[in-house]
Structures are given as C-alpha cells and as structure tokens.
C-alpha cells in the first residue's frame, strides 16, 4: 500500500523502538526539568514544555542573566545543540550507546562551558524507575532511523493540531511536547473553574484549576502498546462515552476511571487523507465533550472567512 497515509505517516511500532524511547524520554526529561528550574511560571505548567520545530524538538529562548539560551535536539543531525544570544554554541552527538548519564554529563559540562549553572532534581518523574541520571547507564539506546520517524510523525501532529487550535476562540495553550509524558499535546478551557482538588498533587492542582477539553499524542506507553491519539473532558461530563465520535475506528475507553476518547495511530495511516480524518477525530471528541458539560460551543467556534 502507497498513500498519502503512509507517506506521512511512517509506521512506528513501539516493539521496534521501545528500548530507544525509554532512552530518548530521559534525556527529554532532563531537557524539560531546565527549562522548569529558569523559566517564569505560567498557567498550567506552560512554561516547561518543548517544541516541534523543522529540526527537531527545542526549548526556546531561555532567559539567563543578561543573555539568552536554547537547547536543541536535532533529529536531523542527531545532535544536542546549545545556542546561546552571545553567539556561543556547543554540540555534542547523539548515538547508540550514549547513556542518559553520559548525556547528562555532556550537556552540564557544556553548560558549565557556557557559563550557565542551574539545578534540577535529576531522577526520572513518573517513569518506571527512580535512577539518578548522572548513575542511569541502563538505557543507552539510540536508533537513529526511528527517533527520526517519531520527530516526522511530531511535524504532521503538530501542524493538525495548530489548524485545530485556531478554529476556537476559547483559551487555547500553544501545541506543546510535555515531558513527562512526552505526549504533544493541545488543550482548549471553558473559562470556567474546576472542582477544588485536595487530593491531587500539586502538578495537577495546576494543570485542571480550570474545565479543560485536552487533545495529544503519544507513542505508546506499557498500558496502549500502539501510538495513539487521545482527548479527554475534565471534568468528565455524564454520558460523554454516549456521544459519537468519528471515524469509526475511534473509540471510548475507560482511563482511571473516567472515559477518554482514543484513536489508534495505524487507523489514520489506513486514510487517503490522514490529515482530515485526524481533524475529524478532534473536532468529534470536542463537540461531545463541549456539548455534555455546557460549553458555549457557538459562540467559541471561529469562523472560516477564506482568508489566505
């Protein structure tokens, strides 16, 4: 089969890769904890995302004293890049057999170079292990061909999601990779507030004060052994696993108790056009979601005036 699914869609099956992702996760997460520890909070932890951009993933400027920095992987190149405002940089590679402690200690002693210090709390957060870093020799794996079919895979669900978020005038976060997750991710708020959480921690305090309808990717995980696209409503609206949802491969599923809806990665590969069949799924997700909790969808919806 040759179509415009496939095309753009590269098969990623986590089987394949699984050793690299742990890997690759890691030294994301490293990444994600800097940017955490310097930048300025924002509003439902947006400022400790990274980015998909046309080389790889980036940390965007990042303020440090009198100058700026960003941090690079290029998935092109295969490279950990640091650019500072200064017009320093410094790279080191990124190949098979490069331990996340070996990472670790390559990018601060770049940054030591740099003349930038910071400080995180280096162990894994919410992954199958608690490993120090600068001690995890464990995941060494790099696959130069499937990092890179993960990061083409993280264009063409980034630019979706973007001509998504602008069909809404309801508060709208930027298309973001979360690190913990290492999910991309767009989600849309009601303007409303949420139920007090006194139970839940304070990551989640944060990321649901608000009624949200969340859109995202990710590659698979131990539970969903395929990629797969999901959305959730929270609060979680009664009946919303009532509701249709679009293409027909699309699917209700419980998660943690409430329902998500879920679209399997391979399932758009199979389309003429994945990219519409992608949108349809979010747009289906959110009007089930918007229309069980009692969002003003029409007002909230953006028209389209064919302007180019």
């Known amino acids: 089969m040759n179509n415009k699914g496939t095309d ?8 394949a890769w699984e050793t690299t992702k742990e890997t690759l996760h890691r030294y994301i997460q490293i990444i994600g904890k800097i940017r955490l520890a310097l930048m300025p909070r924002k ?12 080389r790889g993933l980036t940390t965007n400027a990042i303020s440090y004293d009198a100058f700026t920095f960003e941090i690079q992987f290029d998935f092109i190149h295969h490279e950990l890049q640091i650019h500072t405002s200064k017009g320093e940089m ?3 590679n990124l190949e098979d ?3 996340v402690a070996g990472f670790y200690k390559q990018l601060q002693d770049a940054l030591v170079d740099l003349s930038i210090e910071v400080e995180i709390k280096a162990v894994p957060y919410d992954l199958s292990d608690t490993v120090p870093f600068d001690q995890c020799t464990e995941y060494h794996s790099y696959d130069k061909e499937y990092v890179h079919r993960f990061w083409q895979v993280l264009i063409q669900v980034d630019q979706v999601f973007k001509e998504f978020s602008g069909r809404s005038y309801s508060k ?42 969340s859109f995202g990717f990710w590659a698979g995980d131990k539970e969903v052994r395929s990629p797969a696209f999901y959305s959730y409503t929270f609060p979680s609206p009664e009946g919303i696993d009532r509701e249709p949802l679009q293409p027909e491969a699309a699917q209700w599923i419980d998660s943690n108790g409430s329902p998500m809806a879920l679209l399997m990665y391979n399932d758009i590969r ?3 056009d994945p990219k519409e069949v992608l ?13 069980r909790a009692g969002w003003d969808i029409e007002n909230n919806k953006v028209p389209d005036i064919g302007m180019k």
């Open 97 to 99: 057999g490069l331990s």
């Open 8 to 15: 753009l869609f590269p098969e990623l099956p986590l089987e």
């Open 43 to 54: 509003n439902h932890w947006w400022y400790i995302t990274l980015y998909v951009n046309s």
């Open 90 to 92: 410094r790279t080191f």
């Open 172 to 213: 709208t976060c930027p298309v973001h990779l979360y690190w913990h997750h290492m999910d991309l991710a767009v989600t849309r708020f009601s303007g409303k507030k949420g139920p007090e959480m006194t139970a839940g921690s304070i990551a989640d305090r944060d990321a649901y004060s608000h009624e949200v309808i």
């Open 279 to 291: 949108l349809q799924f979010l747009e289906s997700a959110y009007q089930a979601g918007a229309k």
């Open 270 to 272: 199979k389309a003429d």
